[in-house]
């Protein structure tokens, strides 16, 4: 395993997730993961929000960038579960494209919180495909029942997206998310 203690509760370790996108479904998250628990909101420093991680679908999700400002922000959740479900990240080929990577995130109260966060790895990135208009509408509806900032949801409208030619993929996905809320 590649990671773990972030802190010791009650002699249990307990690893912390900067959730991004699709990750802060906290309701879906506990399916995978029972111990799974909010913290709070918080921000991550100095990286953008973009739409760069190649998707089978022909489509881009979700990815943070570094950036050189330090002010702009990519704004989640953080979730914290005990190491036994942490074990869930060991399996599946996400390691192929992706790396969780421990960073300093800055939590509502501005206190550093090291977090792991899901990064593309660089052969998974492209700056040509936009997300599925049903994927971004998946984004923006979440941070807004996470309340993030409301100058960072009127961001995340703004970007782009493209409708996916597969309509019943498209009805499919979204009753997918409506139900896991």
């Given at each position: 395993?590649?990671?773990?203690?972030?802190?010791?509760?009650?002699k249990r370790t307990v690893m912390i997730l900067f959730a991004y996108a699709s990750?802060?479904?906290?309701?879906?998250?506990?399916?995978?993961?029972?111990?799974?628990?909010?913290?709070?909101?918080?921000?991550?420093?100095?990286?953008?929000?973009?739409?760069?991680?190649?998707?089978?679908?022909?489509?881009?999700?979700?990815?943070?960038?570094?950036?050189?400002?330090?002010?702009?922000?990519?704004?989640?959740?953080?979730?914290?579960?005990?190491?036994?479900?942490?074990?869930?990240?060991?399996?599946?080929?996400?390691?192929?494209?992706?790396?969780?990577?421990?960073?300093?995130?800055?939590?509502?109260?501005?206190?550093?919180?090291?977090?792991?966060?899901?990064?593309?790895?660089?052969?998974?990135?492209?700056?040509?495909?936009?997300?599925?208009?049903?994927?971004?509408?998946?984004?923006?509806?979440?941070?807004?029942?996470?309340?993030?900032?409301?100058?960072?949801?009127?961001?995340?409208?703004?970007?782009?997206?493209?409708?996916?030619?597969?309509?019943?993929?498209?009805?499919?996905?979204?009753?997918?998310?409506?139900?896991?809320?």
């Amino acid at each position: 395993m590649f990671f773990r203690v972030e802190k010791q509760h009650k002699k249990r370790t307990v690893m912390i997730l900067f959730a991004y996108a699709s990750n802060m479904n906290v309701t879906d998250f506990t399916r995978s993961l029972p111990s799974a628990r909010k913290l709070g909101n918080a921000y991550l420093p100095g990286h953008a929000f973009v739409f760069n991680k190649t998707a089978k679908d022909r489509s881009s999700k979700a990815n943070v960038m570094p950036v050189d400002n330090p002010d702009v922000p990519v704004w989640g959740v953080l979730l914290e579960f005990n190491d036994e479900d942490a074990r869930i990240f060991d399996k599946g080929d996400w390691h192929k494209h992706m790396e969780l990577k421990p960073m300093q995130c800055v939590d509502v109260q501005g206190n550093l919180v090291t977090a792991h966060v899901f990064i593309s790895l660089p052969h998974a990135v492209n700056e040509y495909l936009l997300p599925y208009d049903w994927y971004k509408e998946k984004l923006v509806t979440l941070a807004a029942m996470q309340n993030l900032p409301a100058n960072y949801i009127a961001a995340l409208k703004l970007m782009p997206a493209k409708p996916d030619p597969n309509v019943k993929r498209a009805e499919r996905r979204m009753k997918k998310f409506r139900e896991s809320l």
